[in-house]
T-cell receptor, first 115, second 113 residues
Framework: GENVEQHPSTLSVQEGDSAVIKCTYSDSASNYFPWYKQELGKRPQLIIDIRSNVGEKKDQRIAVTLNKTAKHFSLHITETQPEDSAVYFCAASKGRASSASKIIFGSGTRLSIRP | DTAVSQTPKYLVTQMGNDKSIKCEQNLGHDTMYWYKQDSKKFLKIMFSYNNKELIINETVPNRFSPKSPDKAHLNLHINSLELGDSAVYFC????????????FGPGTRLTVT
């Protein structure tokens, strides 16, 4: 069945350094790839997303890249700050208004920023 | 001005009881979801409704029954609660199913003792 694998499960980086989280998906028909950030005790919130017709998208310190051939996508956070500490989820979905359009989440990456 | 709200925020109950969690969204979205997040933080979809119609029903015990009285509300009723039901339950909504941002509610932490 459909699957999204996310690595690493935990990541600790020095403040100011970059962090990279990687995901692979199994369904080649997937065409929407969002990333959610969940701070401790709070709800997941979208931070960036990318669609299959785009290879890269950037928003300030956050960027996402997509390799459709290899079926993997990555989140890059540059110049990390303490407030970047959270659990990050990747996800993949496809289509619209059909039973096959559910979104599959990765298992999450707990990112810690060391001062 | 809360976009997606859930009640209650915390729910502590004993095994065997029946409980409900309510969710409302004021974003005008057509699609609503229920997710379960366990202690390991895995986020798993349970149900999805589009315009009050059940679209996704994952492999969830039939003790869980969603109900959508209108497209702004999606409630979750759980019968005969078990210890393994303890988790945080998130409601979410989006305009289109699986193709745009999902807005999550604040979550309901359910503890079954």
């Amino acid at each position: 069945g459909e699957n999204v694998e996310q690595h690493p499960s935990t990541l600790s980086v020095q403040e100011g350094d970059s962090a990279v989280i990687k995901c692979t998906y199994s369904d080649s028909a997937s065409n929407y790839f969002p990333w959610y950030k969940q701070e401790l005790g709070k709800r997941p919130q979208l931070i960036i997303d990318i669609r299959s017709n785009v290879g890269e998208k950037k928003d300030q310190r956050i960027a996402v890249t997509l390799n459709k051939t290899a079926k993997h996508f990555s989140l890059h956070i540059t110049e990390t700050q303490p407030e970047d500490s959270a659990v990050y989820f990747c996800a993949a979905s496809k289509g619209r208004a059909s039973s096959a359009s559910k979104i599959i989440f990765g298992s999450g990456t707990r990112l810690s920023i060391r001062p | 001005d809360t976009a997606v709200s859930q009640t209650p925020k915390y729910l502590v109950t004993q095994m065997g009881n029946d409980k409900s969690i309510k969710c409302e969204q004021n974003l005008g979205h057509d699609t609503m979801y229920w997710y379960k997040q366990d202690s390991k933080k895995f986020l798993k979809i349970m149900f999805s409704y589009n315009n009050k119609e059940l679209i996704i029903n994952e492999t969830v015990p039939n003790r869980f029954s969603p109900k959508s009285p209108d497209k702004a509300h999606l409630n979750l009723h759980i019968n005969s609660l078990e210890l393994g039901d303890s988790a945080v339950y998130f409601c979410a909504s989006s305009q289109q199913i699986g193709l745009d941002e999902q807005y999550f509610g604040p979550g309901t932490r359910l503890t079954v003792t």
